[in-house]
């Protein structure tokens, strides 16, 4: 079978990857637009969950990556010069760059050698091809190309948000609020390597307005962002790749397969960056369209039941993660309330998690909270 992979991302490596690694005999060719060495943004995050997914199918790349990675078991939150930590919350993170090295090596031991600088401008240029996996991203043009046969939908959070790193290191998975006279940011931000963090902007409409960053330069905007946030960066400055403002796209695609072509990643679904899923559902995808693949001899069969099986849980995923998107479209609002109830709200606010679960799961944090509620009890 000749397959061609559009998108050297996470997900169109490991499929490239996982599949050749299967059946060396297989043919397949990578096509990415960028250099090799090229990447938007900074860090990506695991869940200590999402790291066991990919142990479970392929414990060499989690071996491979594990060790590259920094990881921390708390989330603290930043509001009025208050902190709080919410245990139990475990995450790893590694540089986007410094994954896609990694894969882009084990691809590469596979046998397959990808084509970089290599911009795959019209589908005929695919001809031949018993299958083309479109892993191309937010802008697929495999999707673009064939939208209302994909049933693609595509729409817009209100919130702006950019995405820098800095050279601060922090200690968790930290958010940071800030009220200022002309609006209120959020600053999300972890540190992915010995000496780098991810750190990304966000402020609702109102704000973004406020301060006039539609007639702002990149330069400009980062040094707003660094004035804000000084507290927090303790003199380290913000650093840009690409940093410009953007409103976060919604992808859903009713329909995941059209002839011989197959969505995964981005180019498929995207899930807001407030529960850090995007990579994980992208080579979650990739395993799960091998597998279909692997199970049905008919092409337009494994299609299906690589929908089939897949979707529900990724819709169930990025149900959550529209959720929680909901939550940061008002979180000015939420910063009105007491430090406790704001993190007990931040921490609950994607229906994943009730009482009970949290309990389990970060008793210091709800005993603490609890705790507040009976302290308010006994003043009121």
């Known amino acids: 079978m000749r397959i061609a992979v559009i998108g050297g991302g996470p997900g169109g490596l490991y499929f490239a990857y996982l599949w050749k690694?299967?059946?060396?005999?297989?043919?397949?060719?990578?096509?990415?637009?960028?250099a090799a060495g090229a990447t938007?943004?900074?860090?990506?995050?695991?869940s200590e969950q999402a790291l066991e997914f990919l142990r479970a199918d392929d414990p060499d790349t989690v071996d491979a990556i594990a060790p590259r990675m920094e990881s921390w078991k708390n989330i603290t939150l930043h509001l009025r010069g208050e902190s709080v930590a919410i245990d139990g919350v475990g995450f790893s993170s590694i540089g986007?760059?410094?994954?896609?090295?990694?894969?882009?090596?084990?691809?590469?031991?596979?046998?397959?050698?990808?084509r970089y600088d290599t911009l795959v401008q019209s589908l005929d240029q695919l001809n031949g091809y018993d299958l083309i996996v479109a892993?191309?991203?937010?802008n697929s043009l495999v999707r673009r190309g064939f939208e209302h046969e994909f049933g693609a939908s595509i729409s817009h959070s209100a919130n702006k948000f950019a995405w820098y790193g800095t050279t601060k290191r922090f200690e968790t998975l930290s958010q940071t609020f800030v009220?200022?006279?002309?609006?209120?940011?959020?600053?999300?931000?972890?540190?992915?390597?010995?000496?780098?963090?991810?750190?990304?902007v966000e402020c609702d409409p109102a704000t973004w307005q406020a301060y006039g960053f539609a007639d702002k330069t990149?330069?400009?905007?980062?040094?707003?962002?660094?004035?804000?946030?000084?507290?927090?960066?303790?003199?380290?400055?913000?650093?840009?790749?690409?940093?410009v403002w953007r409103n976060f796209p919604w992808i859903w695609n009713e329909r995941w397969s059209h002839r011989n072509m197959v969505l995964i990643g981005d180019a498929l679904h995207s899930a807001h960056f407030s529960i850090g899923s995007g990579t994980r559902l992208a080579i979650e995808d990739a395993i799960a369209l091998v597998k279909a693949l692997e199970t049905e001899a008919d092409m337009a069969a494994a299609l299906h039941r690589y929908q089939a099986e897949r979707q529900p849980i990724v819709k169930k995923l990025?149900?959550?993660?529209?959720?929680?998107?909901?939550?940061?479209?008002?979180?000015?609002?939420?910063?009105k309330l007491d430090l406790m109830d704001f993190a007990y709200s931040y921490i609950t606010r994607s229906g994943r998690i009730d009482d009970a679960r949290l309990r389990a799961m970060s008793p210091a944090f709800m005993a603490r909270y609890e705790a507040s509620k009976r302290q308010r009890g006994r003043n009121a």
């Open 318 to 335: 990025v149900t959550a993660a529209r959720t929680s998107a909901n939550w940061y479209e008002t979180f000015p609002d939420h910063m």
């Open 21 to 34: 690694r299967r059946h060396p005999d297989a043919e397949i060719d990578l096509f990415e637009q960028n």
């Open 40 to 46: 938007w943004g900074f860090g990506v995050v695991f």
């Open 96 to 114: 986007r760059l410094e994954l896609l090295k990694i894969l882009q090596q084990r691809v590469r031991e596979a046998g397959v050698m990808p």
């Open 135 to 138: 892993a191309d991203g937010l």
């Open 179 to 200: 009220a200022t006279e002309l609006g209120a940011f959020n600053a999300h931000h972890y540190r992915y390597s010995s000496g780098m963090s991810t750190f990304l």
């Open 218 to 243: 990149v330069e400009q905007s980062q040094a707003i962002c660094e004035r804000v946030f000084a507290g927090t960066l303790d003199g380290h400055p913000l650093v840009s790749n690409k940093s």
